[in-house]
């Protein structure tokens, strides 16, 4: 079967600190990973994914993650948070069984102090 | 190209009625998911279709169904509502499993 879990509800950071988002999976067979990012009111939007290739991958607004197989993590980060960062963040995985399940974690808010 | 759109954007409905959401997927996507978003629950899965076939199904109650149209445009149901429907539902399209591409999600309250 596989999960998602993203470790922390709730993370604030101050304007200008490390951001970092936890993120872990369970898959019996090698995964798509993805980090979406919701706005309030909003769909989600695509930061990054990993399919195959360079564990460590760059997104949108600054965005990275990698990917740790033995760890079984694909953790996002950002240097140096800014105000618009401020949202909600989804891991998911996508496993091709008979379809295209996606599988997404519970979310972390992200709150950026000034 | 046209990005996901959902019909309505906002819906209020009181208990025991039904409603019915549209989705219209990018285009060339034939496989469109349905996820409802709730505080606390995050997305939970609701089914997705192929080519006018369900291909995948949540652990929802079978008050909530759907169908897909030749065009790939999709439609969700939900009879019968309860005060627990109250919910962001988001549509999603996809032409593999490398990326899925939201909605902006049709808001439903029920009273």
């Known amino acids: 079967a596989q999960s998602v879990t993203q470790l922390g509800s709730h993370v604030s950071v101050s304007e200008g600190a490390l951001v970092l988002l936890r993120c872990n999976y369970s898959?019996?067979?090698?995964?798509?990973l993805f980090w979406y990012v919701q706005y309030p009111n909003q769909g989600l939007q695509l930061l990054l994914k990993?399919?195959?290739?360079?564990?460590l991958v760059k997104g949108i607004n600054g965005f990275e993650a990698e990917f740790k197989k033995s760890e079984t993590s694909f953790h996002l980060t950002k240097p140096s948070a800014h105000m618009s960062d401020a949202a909600e963040y989804f891991c998911?995985?996508?496993?091709?069984?008979?379809?295209?399940?996606?599988?997404f974690g519970t979310g972390t808010s992200l709150t950026v102090i000034p | 190209k046209a990005g996901v759109t959902q019909t309505p954007r906002y819906l209020i409905k009181t208990r025991g009625q039904q409603v019915t959401l549209s989705c219209s997927p990018i285009?060339?996507?034939?496989?469109v998911s349905w996820y409802q978003q709730t505080p606390g629950q995050g997305l939970q899965f609701l089914f997705e279709?192929?080519?006018?076939?369900?291909?995948n199904k949540g652990n929802f109650p079978g008050r909530f169904s759907g169908r897909q149209f030749s065009n790939s445009r999709s439609e969700m149901n939900v009879s019968t509502l309860e005060l627990g429907d109250s919910a962001l539902y988001l549509c999603?399209?996809?032409?593999?499993?490398?990326?899925?591409?939201f909605g902006p999600g049709t808001r439903l309250t029920v009273l």
């Open positions: 285009s060339g996507h034939r496989s």
């Open positions: 998911a995985v996508s496993v091709r069984r008979t379809g295209n399940q996606f599988y």
């Open positions: 279709y192929f080519s006018e076939t369900q291909r």
């Open positions: 990993y399919t195959t290739g360079a564990t």
């Open positions: 999603a399209s996809s032409l593999a499993r490398t990326q899925q591409f």
């Open positions: 898959s019996s067979v090698p995964p798509y």
